[in-house]
Nanobody, 127 residues
């Protein structure tokens, strides 16, 4: 599975961006798509995840109510809508695919478990 993340950019606080994660190759093995982010000098952290089959979602507390994860099966693409952006949201955002069936959607918040990763897209939020 190949992943191509795009849509990052520079915005002012309060602004919005929409990230895309296009999947190709053996996309049919996708079970969950997750978004993670990594700020300079910090560890990679979970942002959101979605079950590919039924669109059940899960969010980190820090983004709940501001970010929305979705997917378009026909386009083999997942999205992350970022609203009400804050300077602390500045990071490289990565999408990833997990092909393993685990417990509940919250079990997909652990980044080392994911099988395939995109290259990342930079989001910069200025105050």
């Amino acid at each position: 599975v190949q992943l191509q993340a795009s849509g990052g950019g520079s915005v002012q606080a309060g602004g919005s961006l929409k990230l895309s994660c296009a999947t190709s190759g053996r996309s049919y093995i996708t079970y969950v798509v997750g978004w993670f982010r990594q700020a300079p000098g910090k560890e990679r952290e979970f942002v959101a995840a979605i079950y590919w089959a039924n669109e059940i979602t899960f969010y980190a507390d820090s983004v709940k109510g501001r970010f929305t994860i979705s997917r378009d099966k026909a386009k083999n693409t997942a999205y992350l809508q970022l609203n009400s952006l804050k300077p602390e949201d500045t990071a490289v955002y990565y999408c990833a695919v997990d092909t393993v069936i685990r417990g509940t959607i919250s079990d997909y918040a652990d980044w080392p478990e994911y099988d395939y990763w995109g290259q990342g897209t930079l989001v910069t939020v200025s105050s």
